[in-house]
């Protein structure tokens, strides 16, 4: 069963051996090696659950107004501290487009980092995407402030469209096999 702790300690780790490098310690001028407790305090982590619904070997995506940025991203969003995954998944989904998801897969399908640079107030941080199968009740789709459009990818066509920061990394992992199967 997937343990969303494990996997983020797991990150962090990766995180943690790739930011050890020298830096500027003192007001001297001289260099030393972070320590292990200055690095982990330095990672900050937002997670974002994610929904992948696929249909003909090409994947939903939600299309961002242009008052947030314009840009393709998968259908999905931040949680609400203490919230569920599955239900957050859900809330975001109708939030967005007005589309009511009927089931969210156990585990994820898909789990990557990105990191954001001058993003949201915060010189960086750390986004820790999960990306869940899930299926959808119908595509009655309602344009808002957050989302005017959706539409269905397939792995090459999403070499050739605006996707949002976080969501170039779907590029790598999207593989239509992977949803041969219609149980989630």
Known sequence: MFDQRKMVIALYRLEIERLKKPRVASLAGSSKMASFEDTIRKIQYAQGEEGLFAKDGKVLLF????KVSGRWELPGGGLDFGEDIREGLKREVMEESGMRVT???RMPAYAWTHRFENHRGMDWFYSLVLAYRMEL???EFKINDECE???FFSKEELNHINLSEQTEELKKFFDPKDFISKEI
Do not use: A, L, T
Not at 63 to 66: G, H, L, N, Q, V
């Open 63 to 66: 299309r961002e107004s242009k």
């Open 103 to 105: 089931k969210v897969s």
């Open 137 to 139: 009740e119908n595509f």
């Open 149 to 151: 459009e959706i539409g």
